[in-house]
């Protein structure tokens, strides 16, 4: 292939990197027990009634879907009190964000956003030739919104928000939001990335976009976590029908699929399989992070369903995680997120965590004489 067929910002990309499968990790030490604590995915699996639709659907695969996907928007409708207009639907919230890089940015267009988010959204932008601005987070690891106000230029097309955030699982308050925007001018795009909504919302100072309605702002959440469905790949945004329509121009026509609709069509109508899920990630949450603490770690304080905590170096990171590979364990190494000093965590069901817990007091001798404490 010649060289000139690539553009450069292409070609240096790096591609995105998931976390390690469970099927990857039997295959190479032959373990039969294997907690993936890697992804953040619900431990809890999908909704009956999400199994139920899919089931149901499986007959008619042979049909494309829904191009309006009116019984999902409908659900979502009546859900968040909006219009069909309102709505976009994707594959998974990464979709949307292709939608989004592919309409609203373009070779040498900057995008404003923190170091140390989501870098699935660096990628994106990076593919289209955007120039990545970032602001350090906060000592407490959190983005900070006077940093990147602060940043805002005439160059700058987008800002993007995870919040709460991954990998640190922090999240900006009310005040810290509603402050960000008196700066952002109104023809400056603001995403807010909000995968972790459904941990997020428990928090009383925490900004639920569904509260405001400015026109420069896309809502993107997902059914992703914790609804269950990673495997379906569905994900949902939110904004003014101005935005939504240009969305939809550059929107690939039969996305997300037949299954994956009818998947989030059933998982919507489970609230006691959400409050469950929101229920063991609470008592998972406080198990891991005094497990953490008493071990000598740091936890970031976190809003969603993971927990990242500092190693000191990349080489004791990789440690950590090959270590706990050779009991049977998955956690995610954070190189990729400009954190190669940090792991995470995902919070799984109590067995996990107590497979976890058993193979960390198994490893942490080594590690301890390796490495010690940060």
Not at 55 to 61: A, I, K, P, Y
Not at 173 to 181: P, S, V
Not at 208 to 217: A, G, P, T, W
Not at 234 to 256: N, R
Request: aromatic share 12%; proline share 6%; hydrophobic share 35%.
């Amino acid at each position: 292939m010649h060289k000139s067929l690539v553009p450069d910002y292409l070609r240096d990309l790096k591609t995105y990197q998931a976390g390690k499968p469970i099927e990857e990790l039997a295959r190479e030490k032959g373990l039969t027990k294997i907690s993936k604590l890697a992804s953040n995915e619900n431990p809890l699996g999908p909704s009956p009634y999400a199994i139920k639709e899919m089931t149901m659907g499986l007959w008619d695969v042979h049909r494309y879907p829904d191009v309006g996907a009116y019984k999902l928007k409908s659900a979502l409708c009546a859900l968040y009190r909006l219009k069909p207009e309102n709505i976009i639907l994707g594959n998974g919230s990464e979709g949307i964000m292709a939608y989004i890089v592919r309409a609203f940015l373009g070779e040498g267009q900057e995008v404003l956003t923190s170091e140390k988010t989501f870098i699935g959204f660096y990628i994106l932008a990076r593919s289209v030739g955007a120039q990545i601005v970032t602001a350090p987070l906060t000592e407490d690891y959190r983005y900070d919104v006077t940093a990147i106000a602060n940043k805002i230029t005439d160059k700058t097309k987008i800002i993007y928000i995870a919040n709460p955030n991954n990998p640190t699982g922090t999240y900006i308050t009310k005040n810290e939001f509603d402050a960000l925007m008196t700066k952002v001018p109104p023809h400056v795009l603001v995403i807010l990335d909000e995968a972790y909504f459904e941990f997020g919302k428990e928090e009383a100072d925490y900004p639920d976009s569904m509260d405001y309605r400015y026109d420069n702002v896309l809502t993107l959440r997902t059914f992703s976590k914790a609804y269950g469905l990673s495997g379906i790949r569905v994900g949902y945004g939110f904004g003014h029908d101005a935005l939504i329509s240009i969305l939809h121009k550059v929107k690939l026509p039969f996305e997300p699929n037949l299954v994956g609709q009818l998947g989030a069509y059933g998982a919507l109508s489970d609230q006691p399989h959400l409050e469950r899920t929101l229920k063991n990630n609470r008592k998972a949450y406080q198990k891991t992070f005094q497990y953490l603490v008493d071990k000598g770690f740091n936890p970031i304080k976190s809003i969603t369903n993971f927990i990242t905590f500092k190693t000191g170096s990349a080489e004791a990171s990789d440690f950590l995680f090959q270590s706990l590979c050779d009991h049977g364990v998955i956690i995610r190494p954070l190189k990729a997120n400009e954190m190669p000093d940090y792991v995470r965590v995902s919070l799984g069901t109590p067995e996990e965590m107590e497979h976890f817990f058993s193979a960390m007091d198994l490893v942490l001798p080594a590690y301890t004489q390796k490495f010690g404490r940060p």
